[in-house]
Structures are given as C-alpha cells and as structure tokens.
C-alpha cells in the first residue's frame, strides 16, 4: 500500500488551498496520507492540515530558520523523512517548483511534474507542450515516487478529517549559503488567482497601468481575482505574480473573463480548466475567440462601462 | 570566474505542436527547432556578467545528439567563448542531464551555473535545482533580478506570491525568468565568428554517467477540446448570457 507524504504550502500565517489539492491527489492514488508542514510558529497552520479529509497524521517541523521557504533548507528536512514514503508530493506553484527536484535529485530519482490525473499509483497524467499533448508517465518499480501536483486539476479535499499533530525539530542545521532578504507582495486583497472562483483578465489591450484601473474596479464588482497576460505584465501594467499561462500561473476558476487578450498559445495553456471563458477583444480574429464559451468583438472599455452599468 | 550556461534544442515556440495519430509521440518532422527562450535569456545575462567584467569565460553545454551543436553554435554567436556538447543518442531526462553537468562542473569549476527556468518542450522544470541538489550548492530559480557583489549574488524571484529576494554564496545555480532581460539579436559576422570558436563533445560515458531511473513516457494523447462557444453581439446579451449560466 501506498505511504504518502505530502508537503504543505503556507505563507506562515494560513495554510495554501493547493495542499487541499494535493490531498486530493493523494486520495487518487490511495494509500495512508501524511503531510509535513515545515516552517517556524506553524501550530494553527498544523491545526488546518490535519483537518484535510483523510489525513492520518501531520508532522510539524518547526525551527527558528525554517519561516522562509528556502528550498536548501526544506529539502533537507524532507529527504530526512522520506525513507518512510512511497510517495512524496507537493503543489506545482512556484515553492513546489523550486522544492521537489531538490528532493528528487537528493534521493536519485526523477520528478513526475504537474500531475493531472492519477492511472494507477506509479501511473499518471501530465502535460508537455504548453498542455498541447498529455502523457502517460510511468515511474520505475520500487523507486520513491516525487511529483508535483497540477493544482488546476484538482478540486480541494473537504476539511472533514482529524489527523493527529506531531511536533519535531529540525533534523538539519540552516544552510549557510543562502540567506532570505524578504518578500515583496504585487497583489492586494483581491481573491488568490488559484483559488478564485471568478477571475477578471486583462492583456496588452488595456494599454496602460492607468487603464487597467477598471479591470480590477470591474473584478471588485464581481469579487473577481485579477490576471493578466505576459503582454500586459512584461509592458509593466501589472505585478508579475498576476501572470497567466504557461510560464505563470495556471487556474480554473468558474468564470474567466479576457479583456483585451489576443490568446497566445501560451496564455491559453493557463486557462484551458477554466469552466467559462469569455473573451472581449475589438479583433475578431483573435485566436482567444477559439477556445471562449461566449466572445464579444468590441472595444473593453465600452464594454466594461456597460457592464458596470448593468451589473450596478 | 567562469559562467557555464545550459542550452536546451527544442521545437521553436511559434510552431503549434501535434500529437501523431497512433500516439507514439508529437510530429517534430520538418519542425523548426531553436535554443529554449529561457536558455537564451540565461545566455544573455552571462554575457552582460562578461562584458562588465565580472566574469571571464562564458561556457555554453547542451545535452544531445550532434543537431544540437546547432544551438550551441547559435549560443556561440551569441557571444559564448566556448561550447561542450555532452553527446547521447537518448533524450535525457532531468536527473541524468543534472547529473552529466555536474561532471562538466567538476572539470570547470564555474562561479555560476544559469539555466533557463524550464524548457518549453517538457515542461518539466527540475534540471536546475536538480543540479544545485546534488552539488550541494544554493538554487535560485524563476530570477528576474541578478546583482553581484563579489562571491555572493543578491536575486529577485517571480514567486506566486510576490517578487522574494534572496542571497546566495557563490558557486550557485540560477534558474531565470522571463523578464531578467531581453536577448540579443546575433548578427551575421558573429555567426561566422562562432564557426571558428572550440566546440568540444565528450559522450555520457567519458564523463562515467550511467542513464538510470528513467521515468517511462507511455501514451500521448491530444489535449481534451473545448465545445464551440457562442458570439453575443454586446455587454446586455453577455449579462444576459452569464446569469443564464448561473454566473452571476
């Protein structure tokens, strides 16, 4: 049977929706479900992971130089435990990104990225070419299997269980050659992207950071998180962690809305799980119209105006 | 200080990729392969490291068969002094690609390693901080901001969260995002500048790594398509539209 050890995301304070998805995940593959929450003061954030749907046990590893996620330092902490396991998870954001390969490449193995789908337990689904082709990846027989979990694909589990917490100290010494400065957030207090149910986009069409003023005034109406294409963020509009796509951040939120998005193959890839798109954009031969459940040729701010007129 | 830099051969990312009928894999004939943006991003940045006199030698590898030297050789025009090509007939997969520059490392002893963040044909995202696991060194990945200061560099990373800045000591491993620079255009006489410049290939063998523990790539499959959408003609139909759908 599978033993499977799932590495939470937080931020120190509350603990990420995409460890809700991972657990899902876990429950894909069937097995008895641990989760390490690793970081300094995590007592509340232990609380949460424990009440994940199935969890049997959560292992608390709390030490002064573990608040920041350095991946050096987290990795340690993981591969000290992983003996244990078949299975290690974590989300596919950007702290499961840099943690895992670490992980894998400590413990000689290969890392299955982003997993959409589950066929057997060392069988699973993933996505290459920007999601233009989905394979079947299969791990080595009796080797630990690393992967990161493509949050899009998965709905968070219920929060229905009643884990135990054990409380552990660090089993290694804080790295010395890497040393945390801070983090500096872009976004406000609007919906997290990959958990928002609504999500309001805009692209190079907006023109300007002024501009993008009634994108988020339109989201706030909707109680919509913000997006935006590469275009829009490279051009300076908007805060890089706002990124859809590819190389930014994957969602699936129920309604997504493009504003002035032309819909390169790359943006695409950041919205196929999306349950509606709509698309607005005054080129009607913009490829986003392809693949938007309802399109809408015209100029965004009028519509936008209209739209604030409507929903008012 | 020497900077190695990792150039990865794939299907250029204007050509819409297709899966063939019976499965076995996507259709690359007659494709335009090219150097993975993020790799040439990460070329760009140790040339400036170079030409502002951090650096001495700007190295580019690539893992591959000989097409590859092609993108070496454009990693050359670029402005690269040196190329090791790491022969193999297999497509490696990330450990064993980390493990290979690893030797190269050994033989080189760069100050930095800079990678692109991920490739664009498998998505994978792990030879990187795969490599600073195994040397044992600090990782940076998705770096959008680089600042030297001696045998240390400060980075800005695009996290989901925000922009994180970190330190780390020198020799490390650099992962880098779209937006740390804007590459070069290599201009004609550069290309027959890097013709004459040492290209070098030394097979997995020589360097003693074994391919082991590869994942087993089965089934590719078209992703799954959208149903046709609809046209509405303005902001009252699409309202009209969306709480018809229960969308607000």
Not at chain 1, 272 to 300: C, R
Not at chain 2, 123 to 152: F, H, I
């Amino acid at each position: 049977m599978s033993n499977i050890l799932i590495i939470a995301e937080h931020d120190g304070e509350s603990l990420s929706v995409s460890t809700a998805k991972c657990v899902s995940c876990a429950h894909a593959i069937g097995g008895n479900i641990d989760i390490v929450v690793i970081g300094s003061g995590i007592e509340s954030i232990s609380a949460e992971a424990a009440a994940l749907e199935s969890v049997s046990s959560v292992i608390a590893i709390d030490a002064e130089h573990l608040s920041a996620p350095l991946a050096a330092n987290w990795a340690n902490e993981v591969t000290a435990i992983a003996a244990d396991y078949s299975h290690l998870l974590g989300p596919s954001s950007t702290l499961g990104k840099d943690l895992m390969p670490r992980i894998a490449a400590v413990i000689g193995v290969n890392q299955v990225s982003d997993i959409m789908a589950v066929n057997t337990p060392t069988s699973f689904k993933r996505p290459i070419y920007a999601g233009n082709a989905i394979i079947d990846v299969d791990t080595p027989s009796g080797t630990t299997v690393v992967a990161t979990v493509r949050i899009a694909s998965w709905k968070a589990a219920a929060l229905t269980g009643s884990g135990a917490v054990e409380v552990r100290g660090a089993s290694a010494k804080a790295v010395e050659h890497t040393r945390f400065v801070g983090l500096t957030s872009g976004g406000g207090e609007r919906p997290d992207l990959q958990s928002a149910q609504r999500v309001v986009s805009g692209g190079r069409g907006v023109g300007s950071e002024e501009n993008f003023k009634v994108i988020y005034a339109l989201a706030d109406k909707l109680g919509a998180g913000v997006g935006a294409s590469r275009a829009a963020v490279d051009a300076g509009y908007v805060p890089n962690d706002m990124q859809v796509g590819q190389t930014g951040k994957i969602i699936s939120p129920d309604l997504y809305m493009a504003f002035g998005i032309s819909g390169a193959i790359q943006h695409l890839t950041g919205i196929k799980d999306a349950g509606t798109i709509v698309a607005i954009n005054k080129d009607s031969e913009s490829p986003i119209f392809e693949i938007a459940d309802i399109g809408l040729v015209g100029d965004l701010f009028t519509v936008i105006a209209e739209l604030e007129k409507l929903l008012a | 200080m020497k900077i190695l830099v990792g150039i990865k051969r794939v299907v250029d990312y204007n050509v819409r990729v297709r899966v063939l009928s019976d499965g076995s894999g996507v259709d690359t004939d007659g494709v335009k392969m090219s150097v993975n943006p993020f790799d040439e991003i990460a070329l760009e940045e140790a040339l400036r490291i170079r030409e502002a006199g951090n650096a001495e030698e700007v190295i580019v590898i690539s893992a591959g068969g000989d097409e590859c030297q092609q993108q070496l050789r454009t990693g050359l025009a670029m402005g690269a002094d040196r190329a090791i090509q790491i022969q193999t007939s297999e497509a490696l997969q990330p450990l064993s690609t980390a493990r290979a520059f690893l030797k190269i490392i050994e033989r080189e002893e760069p100050g930095l390693v800079i990678l692109g963040k991920q490739a664009i044909d498998d998505d994978n995202c792990q030879t990187g901080q795969m490599l600073a696991g195994l040397w044992n060194r600090p990782q940076a990945t998705s770096v959008s901001v680089l600042e030297l200061n001696g045998d240390s560099a400060t980075v800005t990373r695009e996290v989901d969260a925000g922009l994180e800045t970190i330190e780390v000591d020198l020799p490390a491993v650099l992962t880098v995002d779209l937006r740390l620079n804007v590459p070069r255009f290599v201009k004609l006489p550069d290309i027959m500048k890097a013709k004459r410049k040492p290209l070098d290939v030394v097979s997995l063998d020589e360097l003693g790594v074994a391919i082991e523990g590869n994942l087993e790539i089965g089934h590719h499959a078209p992703p799954p398509q959208r149903e046709k959408g609809i046209m509405v003609e303005d902001a009252a139909q699409l309202v009209a539209e969306l709480k018809n759908r229960g969308l607000i």
